[in-house]
């Protein structure tokens, strides 16, 4: 199975055009989606062409492509213009033996063996870490990147692992699991 996970897109209608478009260059099975969709945040500037309904829209046009979890700026009023859920606060996916643990990153699932594969994004930097019991993945922000990190996403293929910018489609770092 093919997936782009990306996170964070803040309400910026400009990015999320481009990873809708991104998405469907990749010819992936699913995109995820890790929270944080519509609303900016409290400390985060507005991102370019911040507009929650035009984001709402490009992402409904999708809707039956998406597997989303909520993120801290994600609220019940949003699923008012959603027209798919947002509601959970983790994922389980099995792949290869393992468990692939994917959530917005604002709260740690206590549920994490060794071997699992945590994948988030909320704190908007690009990151592969090899931690004693899991492995840490980040998938990056769409919109608001941090760290002089390019606006993200990931696309995970058969244990490969490849953050591409968001702009470009362009490909910035790879990773095997």
């Not at 999320?16 to 991104?22: D, H, N, S, T, Y």
């Not at 060794?114 to 909320?122: A, E, P, R, S």
Request: net charge negative; glycine share 8%.
């Amino acid at each position: 199975m093919k997936y782009v996970i990306a996170s964070d897109i803040h309400g910026s209608a400009y990015y999320c055009r481009l990873l809708k478009q991104r998405y469907l260059e990749e010819h992936a099975q699913k995109l995820i989606l890790l929270g944080d969709l519509l609303y900016h945040g409290a400390r985060n500037a507005l991102p370019k062409e911040y507009s929650t309904l035009d984001c709402a829209a490009i992402l409904n046009s999708i809707k039956e492509e998406l597997l989303c979890v909520k993120g801290n700026c994600d609220s019940e009023v949003d699923t008012l213009v959603l027209e798919f859920p947002i509601d959970a606060n983790y994922c389980l996916l099995p792949w290869g033996g393992r468990t692939l643990v994917l959530t917005h990153g604002h709260h740690m699932p206590a549920m994490l063996k060794k071997g699992d594969v945590l994948i988030n994004g909320h704190f908007h930097v690009p990151a592969f870490e090899e931690r004693e019991n899991y492995t840490y993945i980040n998938c990056g922000s769409v919109s608001i990147p941090k760290e002089n990190s390019p606006h993200s996403y990931l696309v995970f293929e058969d244990g490969a692992l490849l953050w591409k910018d968001v702009e470009t489609g362009n490909i910035f770092r790879g990773e095997v699991l």
